[in-house]
């Protein structure tokens, strides 16, 4: 079983180095994928076999909604590269860390979670920095709009008391 789970090892990492990070989640990597790793392009099998898993585990990851790969037109799986690193991930919680799959349900809906967060927080520092860029390209517009010919004067103030009569 170690010679197929090592040549799964190779075979996923391959894969996830081709769609733009070997490293899963620290995407060490910062050149462009080589295709899309969400595409939908590896029949149950060699999911299978890039996981390291027997192709009914992967039905009954699917049944219980851990790995929902995409449909081909004849409604048979179709897994992408990142569908087999989620398989990997479960299969590390499961057998190295000892999780259930019920842990493992809750802790992949919490990475989910939290990476929609992070995508929100992207798009808000984006929103936040462009206010910013249009808050001082007013400022300097309005700086450039000063007449500066003009000298401010002073004026003599005098204080009138009002007494009642």
Same mark, same amino acid.
């Given at each position: 079983m170690s010679d197929q789970r090592s040549h799964a090892d190779t075979g996923a #990492? !391959?894969?996830?180095?081709?769609a733009g990070g070997a490293g899963g989640?620290?995407?060490a990597t910062e050149h462009a994928p080589l295709h899309d790793a969400d595409a939908p392009m590896y029949v149950i099998s060699v999911a299978a076999e890039l996981a390291g898993m027997h192709p009914q585990t992967l039905r009954a990851y699917d049944r219980?909604?851990?790995v929902t790969p995409g449909r081909? #037109? !004849?409604r048979g799986r179709r897994y992408s590269t990142r569908d087999v690193?989620?398989?990997r991930q479960v299969q590390?919680?499961?057998q190295d860390e000892g999780v259930n799959l019920e842990g493992i349900r809750r802790i992949l809906a919490l990475q989910d979670q939290v990476s929609a967060l992070q995508q929100r927080m992207r798009e808000l520092q984006a929103d936040l920095d462009a206010s910013r860029r249009e808050a001082e390209r007013r400022i300097a517009d309005a700086h450039r709009s000063h007449r500066r010919d003009l000298v401010p004067?002073?004026?003599e103030t005098s204080v009138m008391v009002w007494r009642r009569r």
């Open positions: #990492a !391959g894969l996830a180095a081709e989640a620290t995407g219980l909604g851990l081909s #037109a !004849g690193r989620l398989l590390r919680l499961s004067l002073e004026r």
